[in-house]
């Protein structure tokens, strides 16, 4: 074997060993893939097109609720907008947003601060959590408004999902020792908390 065809091998073994160990959180996430995919709300496009979408297809209104997605307007800052869903409603005025490509591109943020700035308290002016700062960010960003979840938001990954175990009770012997009986299984469902 030759010396191209050794590195090959190894260069294909290390890149398979890569993948199997990189993380589900290594993904690039944009802002509005991941508020679909964790909010249930099935709007395709950039992010500042998602309230004017929203319109007839859901409801859509000034109050948080838990589940909802924040549509955030486009700015010159912000030229496709941003949606962010509530994670928590913590006030009137302040909410838990978990989202994505905000503080740091491509990354996930879950439970970060949000205060409407507006001066009606209608949440059509947002402060959000900015990681690099550790605390609100100092511009505040216009928004559309809360376009509300049909159903309950999903989770935030496959572990959070019931384990389901599959157990085999093991046949009843006879008298020579063996079984003629069939296996039998069962489920057990192990919730995780």
Known sequence: MNFGAVAARFALVVS???AMVAPAQARFWQC???AREISGVEIFGNAHTWWGQAAGKYERGH????????????TSKMRLGHVAMVSKVVSDREVLLTHANWSRRGGIERDVRAIDVSAAGDWSEVKVWYGPLGGLGTSAYPANGFIYAKHAP????ELDA???IVKADPPAP????ASSQPVQ???VVALND
């Open 32 to 34: 509005a893939p991941y």
């Open 174 to 177: 006879t008298q020579g020792g």
């Open 16 to 18: 398979c060993a890569l």
């Open 162 to 164: 019931p384990l389901v």
């Open 63 to 74: 109050a948080p609720k838990e589940g909802a997605v924040l549509s955030f307007a486009a």
């Open 154 to 157: 999903r989770g935030g990954s």
């Open 185 to 187: 299984a069962r489920m």
